[in-house]
Nanobody, 131 residues
Framework: QLQLVESGGGLVQPGGSLRLSCAAS????????IGWFRQAPGKEREGVSC????????NYADSVKGRFTISRDNAKNTVYLQMNSLKPEDTAVYYC????????????????????????WGQGTLGTVSS
């Protein structure tokens, strides 16, 4: 069974940083595009960022451009989301998903977010931005 495990969430003050990790269990991430999305209470899922299997292509939601950076280390079988200059509206549960489709990241961060055919999900990690 393909599983992803997120970690790195926590409580941080506005303007602070968090680095989220997404690790694979039972498979290697080399051939998978990885997307991060978030869901805040009472809100719809929002695609945050996506990275291609090679790492050569990334995209970001307008709401996080210039503040968040997605990266991957295939040797460690892990994808990261570095989140800087955090705002209270970034508070959400953050999830990562994996998909083998070469086109998965195209339009990922533009609503609506379609996760119907992804190959693996994580359980989520909560990031809270509050003073």
């Amino acid at each position: 069974q393909l599983q992803l495990v997120e970690s790195g969430g926590g409580l941080v003050q506005p303007g602070g940083s968090l680095r989220l990790s997404c690790a694979a269990s039972g498979f290697t991430l080399d051939n998978y595009a990885i997307g991060w999305f978030r869901q805040a209470p009472g809100k719809e899922r929002e695609g945050v960022s996506c990275i291609s299997s090679s790492g050569g292509s990334t995209n970001y939601a307008d709401s996080v451009k210039g503040r968040f950076t997605i990266s991957r280390d295939n040797a460690k079988n892990t994808v990261y989301l570095q989140m800087n200059s955090l705002k209270p509206e970034d508070t959400a549960v953050y999830y990562c998903v994996a998909d083998r489709a070469y086109y998965f990241c195209a339009g990922y961060a533009t609503p609506p977010l379609n996760l119907d055919l992804v190959d693996a999900w994580g359980q989520g990690t909560l990031g809270t931005v509050s003073s």
